[in-house]
C-alpha cells in the first residue's frame, strides 16, 4: 500500500473537498433510493416455452408420431438446447423445451426465435385436421395486481363487455406492459339439432356438418384484369350472422329445406368452459397489470389505484372490482423491514460505539453508515438495479459488516493520539498500519458471494445479487473508513477530548509502572 497515495492523509488536507463529496453522496443517495425500482422478486428469464397441438380424433399414438416428433427433432438443432419434454393424449399433445441455465438474455431471445421459425416451417407438413401448434414463452410475466369483476344478475357477455372497456383504459397508465384478461369464456355459435327430425326426414347427421363445412369456405374465384387494375372475384358464401346458418340448404328425401328447419341455431359461450374464475362462489373476470421491466411497482400501484377508483364509479349498478392480489403492499412492507432494521443496526451501533468509545467517536462510527448506504443506492440506480426481495436482504446482511472498518479506522486514530500523535498524522496513520488488512478482509468476505454471483443457472440469475450489492457495500465502507472517518475524527474530536484522552493513558501507565 505504500506505492499508492495515502488517501487518510489526502482527505484531512483537502477538508474542503471532502465535505463537499460527502454532502453530495448524502444528498445523491437519498435522490437514488427514492427512486430506485421496487419489485417483490428480481426480474429473471425462464429458459423454456410450450408447444400444444390439438388433433381431433387422433390417437394418443399418432398425435406422438405425427405431431410432436417431427417438431422435437428440429427443436434438437439449437445451440443452446439442454432438453425437451413432450406429452401426449387422444386428441392432444404438449412439448416443453428447455434452453442451458444461464443462457445470456439476448441468446435466449435469438433461440425463441429460431425456435418459431422451425416450428412455423413445419406447420405445413402438419397432418390435416391437426390445429396449432400455439407457442408460449412468456413464463417471466408476473402480475402485480389483479382485480375480479363481478356482479349479481351479469352473465358472461356483460363481464366480458365490461372487462375489455376496463382494460383499454389501463393499458393507457404508465409503467402497464400488457393487461391480461383471465377466465374469459369462448364465444361459440351453437347448432343444436333435433335427432328426432333428423330420422322422419331420413337425413344423415354427416350431411349437416357437410353442408355447413361447404358454405362456410372460403373458395377462390379467379379475377378479372383490366387496363388499370385487377379485380379479384369472389364468392359470397362464408357466414357473418346467425341467419346465414340457418339458411343453409339441405336435402332431404327430394325435398330442399334448411337448416333453421331442423337445428336451432344461437350464440353464445363455450359450455362447459375449459376454465373458469371464482370468487366468493360466483363467477368473474380477473384483470391481471403485468409491469414494465423498468418500472417501479410502488408508483404503479398508486397510478392503478387512482385509475380503478375512477372506473368504479362509471361501472353500472351492481357490478364491483375487487383487488385480490396487490403486489405494491408486498414490497411497501419489504421495503419498511430494511428501513427498520437500518434504524435497529444505527441504534446498536451508537449504543456500542457510545459504552465502548465516547460518544463523539460514536457519531463518526455511526454517520459512515448512511454514506455508505447512499453510495450503494448512487451504485444500484446507475447500474439500473430494483429494490426486491435480494437486494434488500443483501443490504440487510451487509448492515452489520458495513461499521467494522469505521471501527478500525477511528480506534486506530484514539490509539494514536493517546500515544502522542497530533491529530493529523494519528487520522493517517491508518491508512499505513490498517488499511491493507481492511481491505484483504473486505475482499475475502465479498469472495465468499463470488460463487452465486457468478453462477451459470436460474437460481444464480435470481440470488445473484447478493454478491454485486454486499461486494458494492463493503467496498464503499472500506473506502468511507480510510477518507471519510479520518476526516469526521479531525473534525469531531476536539482538543480538549484528546488531552483527557491523553490524561487517563499516562494516569493508566502510571498505575501500571507503579503495581510493577
Known amino acids: 500500500m505504500n506505492r499508492i497515495p495515502n488517501l487518510s492523509h489526502w482527505a484531512v488536507t483537502h477538508r ?36 400444444v397441438v390439438v388433433w381431433p380424433g387422433a390417437t394418443a399414438q399418432e398425435v406422438q408420431d405425427q405431431a410432436l416428433n417431427p417438431i422435437e427433432k428440429k427443436l434438437q438443432e439449437l445451440d443452446q438446447f439442454d432438453n425437451v419434454r413432450t406429452f401426449s393424449r387422444q386428441g392432444y399433445g404438449a412439448l416443453s423445451l428447455w434452453l442451458d441455465g444461464g443462457t445470456p438474455k439476448a441468446e435466449q431471445e435469438a433461440a425463441w426465435y429460431q425456435a418459431r421459425k422451425r416450428i412455423a416451417d413445419l406447420r405445413g407438413e402438419m397432418p390435416a385436421g391437426v390445429i396449432g401448434p400455439q407457442i408460449n414463452d412468456e413464463y417471466s410475466d408476473v402480475y402485480s395486481l389483479i382485480w375480479v369483476l363481478q356482479g349479481d344478475g351479469f352473465g358472461d357477455a356483460d363481464l366480458d363487455r365490461e372487462a375489455e372497456k376496463i382494460k383499454k383504459q389501463l393499458l393507457g397508465v404508465p ?17 343444436e339439432i333435433s335427432h328426432r327430425k333428423l330420422a322422419a326426414l331420413g337425413i344423415p347427421l354427416s350431411a349437416v356438418f357437410d353442408a355447413l363445412a361447404r358454405h362456410n369456405n372460403l373458395t377462390p374465384a379467379g379475377s378479372v384484369d383490366t387496363r388499370t387494375d385487377r379485380v379479384l372475384v369472389r364468392v359470397d358464401g362464408a357466414f357473418h350472422t346467425l341467419d346465414d346458418i340457418r339458411s343453409v340448404p339441405l336435402e332431404a328425401q327430394g325435398r330442399l329445406l334448411r337448416v333453421g328447419d ?13 376454465y373458469r374464475i371464482r370468487h366468493n362462489g360466483a363467477d368473474s373476470l380477473a384483470l391481471g397489470v403485468v409491469m414494465t421491466h423498468d418500472g417501479n411497482i410502488l408508483t404503479l400501484g398508486r397510478a392503478l389505484k387512482e385509475r380503478m377508483a375512477a372506473i368504479a364509479t362509471t361501472l353500472p349498478v351492481g357490478l364491483e372490482l375487487k383487488l385480490i392480489a396487490d403486489q405494491p403492499r408486498v414490497v411497501e412492507e419489504s421495503v419498511w423491514e430494511f428501513e427498520r432494521a437500518f434504524i435497529e443496526a444505527l441504534v446498536i451501533v451508537l449504543g456500542v460505539c457510545f459504552v465502548g468509545l ?23 440506480y446507475l447500474a439500473g438495479w430494483n429494490l426486491d ?27 494514536k493520539l493517546e500515544a502522542g500523535f497530533d491529530r493529523l498524522q494519528a487520522a493517517s496513520f491508518a491508512w499505513t ?81 507503579d503495581a510493577i
Open 262 to 274: 331442423i337445428a336451432e341455431v344461437r350464440r353464445g359461450y363455450e359450455d362447459p368452459g375449459q
Open 389 to 415: 426481495r435480494i437486494s434488500l436482504g443483501s443490504l440487510i446482511i451487509a448492515l452489520g459488516l458495513l461499521v467494522d472498518d469505521a471501527i478500525i479506522a477511528i480506534e486506530t486514530m484514539l490509539v
Open 433 to 513: 498500519s490498517t488499511a491493507f488488512p481492511m481491505l484483504t478482509g473486505t475482499l475475502l468476505t465479498v469472495a465468499g458471494f463470488m460463487p452465486v454471483g457468478f453462477a451459470k443457472s436460474i437460481s444464480g440469475e435470481y440470488a445473484g445479487g447478493i454478491f454485486w450489492v454486499v461486494g458494492v457495500a463493503l467496498i464503499a465502507s472500506w473506502l468511507v473508513a480510510v477518507i471519510v472517518v479520518p476526516y469526521l475524527g479531525l473534525m469531531l474530536l476536539p482538543d480538549s477530548f484528546i488531552a483527557r484522552r491523553r490524561a487517563r493513558h499516562a494516569a493508566s501507565r502510571r498505575a501500571g509502572e
Open 16 to 51: 474542503s473537498l471532502v465535505l463537499f463529496l460527502l454532502i453530495a453522496v448524502l444528498v445523491s443517495g437519498l435522490y437514488a433510493f427514492l427512486n430506485l425500482g421496487r419489485l417483490e422478486d428480481p426480474s429473471f428469464r425462464v429458459p423454456t416455452m410450450t408447444a
Open 358 to 380: 465516547g460518544w463523539r467517536a460514536g457519531v463518526v462510527v455511526a454517520t459512515s453508515v448512511p454514506v455508505v448506504l447512499a453510495a450503494v443506492a448512487c451504485v444500484m
Open 175 to 191: 409503467m402497464v406492459a400488457k393487461v391480461q384478461v383471465l377466465g374469459k369464456q369462448p364465444e361459440k355459435v351453437f347448432v
